[in-house]
């Protein structure tokens, strides 16, 4: 196995894996006509479209996000997309293109018709996917849609060359931006405006704020003292609020970070608290109490997720019972100091509260920065994944872990690796194919050509395995996949080097980037290898070996290479049962029915894991039947108790058990040494959650290693019910973030108007598959 799967390795390129010349690769697929329509709950239809062409395994819910997010529509000039075959020709066309145009991808013409017969195959078959913004703007020039209106800033020498330049020949690409904002007006309203192009073609931007002066601090121009950070914040706010994402059913998505020695530091952290507490008393008042409606549409900060960036010395301070500085931002001098513990204490009490504010760790995230030279990292995007320089971009790719699952139950390594390689691939051709919103922007994209590869199902692929999400075998598998997906996109990283050179900032980050190279290769000796397939091991070791020898001898084409996204709408489109990193939410799915309505199915993973665990069919059919009359598997007579654990989920719903909340960030601590950038995760809490165990989740993230964690506390929102009963489950139309089931967090979907769910993290509805800040 492991020699074998050497040497398909470095032939997986633009071999022929999974389709053959000799037939299209459309022929390998059934194909059917559906016809789509999503109801609001009025009964209204909020999206129709009869006869759409999909591929026959693909569930109703993934053709309905297709054509309703991912479809160009109709305009003067164009017809529209009415099958998932325009859509991926679309989008693979372009690549192939853009890669026979930039030079060094493909050595001739049919090498490129290799990797696009690849591509598409993948795609068709949900095994991996991009983010939105590849599917929304991607070849839209293939149907004769020029706009020169709609203009954003490349790079020089592309403005030297192109005859036009416009949002449809040179497309947005990457859901995750990071800007700068300097102390000026002039700056903070520039970035209001890029903003407004970014979350416009479906992208979400992140920016550290604590370079702006406090309220405390005078205005040496004009005299007087500063409006401070918070005024502006909320000016940005109501500003990301006003935007749909990429021009459809998606809204804004937004991070803001402040590092914890801002004199405003504790106005920031009490902020979204304060504001939730105002919604609470409009809501008594009588206003409606969904996200939408007048109270959270009243106050503020409710369009972005909130960070504070906690150093080392914090944490040192925290633990020794010292003080802390806050400091001035124009002069450094000292403004106030407090106990260390009275922080600490506010930001695990805001978050007990509100869910918000996240913690991310900037010591420990810059110990693994491979371009440190540079600049450091101070941000990250809305969901925390995508984490490197100010004024950067990342374009996001996913891969759906359950599609690499033998009948017999083993990891294929061949394919997995095999898609990885054509999925990074893809995603260097569109550094150089994309458009950017400022010029900063565009020369950090080209110098540095970040790339965040991921994976997704994680709890699906767990529970198919028969392995505990929260078991020492479940953490194994997931460090020993997070690992090779990650050695095969800097492998592939040293062979796109070799050939087109690597980026331009490398060779001043060199020795440091190397480091961290052997850093994450070093990270393979804590893996439990015995817990995983035979030959993973040797698999992965020597082609750690490689990326080593190779990147010592060519450097690397890109200075990051994965990161594990939230996955929202994308997962909808992959048929994902579970996104990113995450654990199964609950055992009971709603699942979506041709031309409308939906019927209760128990998740289909359960099934799977019953039969690897050799049950009967009589047994799975009586235990499935269970499962879908009390909501639970607790309790079903033909269960061995021993098997429990494997049917474990975030939430207990209407059974006793749920995973413990360490569950999550052990989960994230095994895969964190294999990824770039980091986890976009939220750690999902009982309402009986004490402010001790959120400060205690936080206090061992940072123990762990981990380079961000944001919790969710159930009820902490007042869109939702604050207590878990049957009836409340019985009559809940509500899907948490992760997943299409339903549960009992209820508010109104923006778009649609259906029950669904709002968290601190990214929701999804079930309805329209509307999502907030996923990829």
């Known amino acids: 196995m492991n020699n074998m799967a050497k040497k398909k390795l470095h032939s997986l390129v633009f071999a022929e894996h999974f389709t053959k010349s000799s037939q299209p690769v459309e022929k390998m697929f059934s194909w059917e006509r559906r016809d789509c329509l999503i109801k609001d709950r009025r009964g209204g239809v909020f999206f129709e479209m009869k006869n759409v062409e999909a591929p026959e395994g693909w569930s109703q819910l993934a053709v309905d996000i297709a054509a309703s997010k991912y479809f160009r529509k109709k305009n003067s000039s164009f017809k529209g997309e009415h099958s998932v075959?325009?859509?991926?020709?679309?989008?693979?066309?372009?690549?192939?293109?853009?890669?026979?145009?930039?030079?060094?991808?493909?050595?001739?013409?049919?090498?490129?018709?290799?990797?696009?017969?690849?591509?598409?195959?993948?795609?068709?078959?949900?095994?991996?996917?991009?983010?939105?913004?590849?599917?929304?703007?991607?070849?839209?020039?293939?149907?004769?849609?020029?706009?020169?209106?709609?203009?954003?800033?490349?790079?020089?020498?592309?403005?030297?060359?192109?005859?036009?330049?416009?949002?449809?020949?040179?497309?947005?690409?990457?859901?995750?931006?990071?800007?700068?904002?300097?102390?000026?007006?002039?700056?903070?309203?520039?970035?209001?405006?890029?903003?407004?192009?970014?979350?416009?073609?479906?992208?979400?931007?992140?920016?550290?704020?604590?370079?702006?002066?406090?309220?405390?601090?005078?205005?040496?121009?004009?005299?007087?003292t500063s409006s401070g950070l918070i005024s502006f914040l909320e000016v940005l706010d109501r500003g990301a609020g006003a935007i749909k994402s990429g021009g459809t059913t998606r809204r804004a998505a937004k991070m803001v970070c402040v590092d914890l020695d801002h004199p405003?530091?504790?106005?920031?952290?009490?902020?979204?608290?304060?504001?939730?507490?105002?919604?609470?008393?409009?809501?008594?008042?009588?206003?409606?109490?969904?996200?939408?409606?007048?109270?959270?549409?009243?106050?503020?900060?409710?369009?972005?997720?909130?960070?504070v960036r906690v150093p080392n010395k914090f944490m040192k301070a925290l633990l020794e019972h010292q003080d802390w500085d806050l400091k001035a931002r124009m002069t450094n001098k000292k403004v106030k100091t407090l106990?260390?513990?009275?922080?600490?204490?506010?930001?695990?009490?805001?978050?007990?509260?509100?869910?918000?504010?996240?913690?991310q760790f900037h010591d420990t995230i810059n110990e693994w920065h491979t371009c440190p030279e540079t600049a450091e990292i101070r941000a990250s995007n809305p969901c925390s994944e995508y984490m490197f320089i100010d004024d950067s971009a990342c374009n996001l790719a996913s891969i759906n872990l359950t599609k690499f699952m033998t009948p017999e139950g083993d990891f294929d390594l061949v394919s997995f690796m095999h898609v990885a390689r054509i999925m990074f691939v893809a995603q260097e051709i569109l550094v150089d194919h994309s458009s950017y919103p400022t010029a900063k922007i565009a020369e950090?994209?080209?110098?540095?050509?970040?790339?965040?590869?991921?994976?997704?199902?994680?709890?699906?692929?767990?529970?198919?395995?028969?392995?505990?999400?929260?078991?020492?075998?479940?953490?194994?598998?997931?460090?020993?996949?997070?690992?090779?997906?990650?050695?095969?996109?800097?492998?592939?990283?040293?062979?796109?080097?070799?050939?087109?050179?690597?980026?331009?900032?490398?060779?001043?980050?060199?020795?440091?980037?190397?480091?961290?190279?052997?850093?994450?290769?070093?990270?393979?000796?804590?893996?439990?290898?015995?817990?995983?397939?035979?030959?993973?091991?040797e698999t992965c070791q020597d082609l750690w070996d490689d990326v080593l020898d190779q990147g010592t001898k060519h450097g690397f084409r890109n200075s990051q290479a994965t990161v594990i996204a939230p996955t929202g709408t994308i997962g909808l489109l992959m048929d994902c049962d579970t996104t990113g990193i995450e654990p199964d939410f609950s055992l009971v799915k709603y699942k979506k029915l041709v031309g409308g309505g939906e019927v209760q199915i128990v998740n289909q993973s359960v099934p799977f894991a019953l039969h690897v665990l050799k049950y009967s069919e009589k047994d799975i059919a009586a235990i499935v039947k269970y499962i879908a009359e009390h909501g639970t598997i607790e309790g079903a007579p033909e269960l061995k108790s021993e098997h429990l654990p494997i049917f474990d989920c975030a939430s207990a719903q209407a059974g006793k058990r749920a995973l413990p909340p360490e569950s999550h960030i052990q989960m994230m601590a095994a895969v964190q040494p294999f990824i770039s950038g980091a986890i976009s995760k939220t750690v999902n809490m009982p309402n009986s959650a004490t402010e001790k165990d959120i400060s205690e989740i936080y206090l061992q993230s940072w123990k762990l290693g981990l380079k961000a964690v944001a919790i969710y506390r159930d009820g902490s929102k007042m869109s939702q019910p604050l207590n878990q009963k049957k009836e409340d489950i019985a009559k809940s139309q509500a899907v948490r973030h992760d997943f299409e089931e339903k549960a009992n967090w209820t508010m109104k979907c923006p778009e649609c108007g259906s029950d669904t769910v709002l968290t601190s993290g990214c929701y999804r509805c079930p309805n329209c598959g509307s999502t907030v800040g996923c990829a």
């Open 444 to 537: 950090n994209s080209h110098n540095y050509r970040p790339l965040g590869l991921g994976f997704a199902n994680l709890g699906s692929f767990l529970m198919r395995k028969a392995l505990p999400y929260h078991s020492d075998e479940g953490r194994a598998w997931a460090s020993a996949i997070a690992s090779l997906m990650h050695g095969v996109a800097y492998w592939t990283s040293t062979q796109m080097a070799e050939s087109r050179g690597a980026f331009m900032g490398y060779a001043k980050n060199k020795t440091a980037m190397m480091k961290v190279i052997k850093k994450h290769a070093k990270a393979l000796g804590s893996v439990p290898w015995s817990l995983v397939q035979e030959h993973f091991k």
């Open 264 to 307: 405003e530091v504790l106005d920031f952290i009490d902020w979204k608290m304060k504001e939730e507490k105002k919604a609470h008393a409009l809501i008594a008042a009588g206003y409606e109490a969904d996200f939408e409606g007048e109270a959270y549409r009243t106050v503020a900060g409710q369009n972005a997720n909130n960070s």
């Open 85 to 224: 075959k325009q859509m991926v020709q679309r989008v693979v066309n372009a690549v192939m293109a853009a890669g026979l145009r930039q030079g060094g991808v493909f050595s001739d013409k049919k090498q490129a018709e290799i990797f696009g017969n690849e591509l598409k195959y993948i795609l068709y078959s949900q095994r991996a996917a991009f983010n939105s913004p590849v599917w929304f703007n991607v070849g839209l020039d293939s149907y004769g849609i020029v706009s020169q209106s709609q203009h954003f800033a490349w790079n020089e020498k592309a403005k030297a060359v192109a005859k036009i330049e416009n949002a449809y020949e040179r497309p947005q690409c990457s859901a995750c931006f990071i800007q700068s904002v300097d102390d000026s007006l002039e700056s903070i309203f520039d970035l209001a405006k890029t903003e407004a192009k970014l979350f416009k073609y479906g992208s979400g931007s992140g920016t550290n704020f604590s370079s702006l002066r406090s309220k405390y601090e005078p205005l040496h121009s004009a005299g007087g």
């Open 339 to 359: 106990p260390a513990k009275s922080v600490w204490d506010r930001i695990v009490h805001s978050a007990w509260m509100c869910a918000d504010p996240g913690v």
